[in-house]
């Protein structure tokens, strides 16, 4: 399984740096920001996109209702997470591997409809991430140069959520339709943990004191298993990715920005403020 949020990580600092340099922001940009702000707990929502590419046509719009329950748990998916969190994998799930019964984690992955909480070790800091699949929208809620990001890939839209300002910005797909560059081009794609990596090597191996099984890729990454459970993968610069938990579902409220969020515009400010965020690039 590719480690999908750290891809999306990658390809959004060089998004923002693709917006500073490839777009004139005098021009009205396709789409725009929904408002949710005012939605209130007790209250259900409907959100409607309507896109449209640079000749004004109509590319695709989505309906999506939000009861009191799945605008909740977008709440509690965009909250923050835990920072400098313990690395090493978890005895829990280990020791709910040995069982019998343990669920197959590679028919959920498969599903393409899961919900996955875990922690990510990168230069020596650990934090806590979420994730999300349900067909072909994602949802990643981590840590990211130490600041709470979010990230929502819907059909037609991308969302950068800002926990700290409780604010988000809406990028239309349309707008990235024209970068040739392979990352953000994977961002647009249905199939974002599809990989075509190949095995170059399986066997077992001690980690923790604990006995696993190992797939090396020719990437030079490297997943650990206990039977059906995935538990780990080592990716090829060092980075730690653990899998503590694995839910196969993905309720409906994680795909969309979180009910008293800001909608911020889509302009060189506001795109500015969320680089320096991830200490990305600096406009010219």
């Known amino acids: 399984m590719k480690s999908k949020f750290i891809v999306s990580l990658s390809a959004v600092v060089l998004l923002v740096s693709i917006l500073f340099t490839g777009c004139d922001f005098s021009i009205p940009l396709p789409g725009g920001a929904e408002d949710v702000s005012q939605v209130d707990i007790n209250n259900a929502v409907t959100r409607v996109v309507e896109v449209t590419d640079d000749n004004g046509n109509v590319i695709g719009t989505e309906n999506v209702t939000l009861s009191d329950k799945e605008i909740q748990e977008g709440k509690d998916f965009y909250s923050k997470l835990e920072d400098n969190a313990l690395d090493g994998i978890s005895d829990n ?19 393409r409809n899961y919900y996955v909480i875990g922690r990510i070790v990168k230069d020596g800091k650990s934090s806590t991430y979420k994730l999300a699949q349900s067909g072909s929208k994602y949802a990643i809620m981590t840590v990211y140069n130490g600041h709470q990001i979010g990230i929502i890939i819907d059909y037609i839209n991308i969302y950068l959520v800002q926990l700290e300002n409780k604010s988000y910005i809406t990028i239309p797909k349309a707008l990235l339709s024209q970068t040739e560059d392979s990352d953000v081009q994977e961002l647009l794609e249905d199939d974002l943990l599809d990989s075509d990596k190949k095995i170059v090597k399986n066997g077992t191996t001690k980690i923790d004191g604990k006995e696993v099984s190992y797939s090396k890729y020719d990437d030079d990454s490297i997943s650990y298993y206990k039977g059906n459970t995935i538990l780990m993968t080592k990716n090829g610069d060092g980075t730690v990715i653990y899998y503590d938990t694995v839910t196969n579902s993905a309720p409906s409220g994680f795909f969309a920005p979180p009910a008293g969020f800001t909608a911020k515009p889509l302009n060189a400010e506001s795109v500015q403020e969320f680089s320096d965020l991830i200490g990305g690039v600096k406009s010219e």
């Open 93 to 111: 799930r280990y020791n709910n591997a040995l069982n019998n019964n343990a669920q197959n984690e590679k028919s959920i992955f498969q599903s």
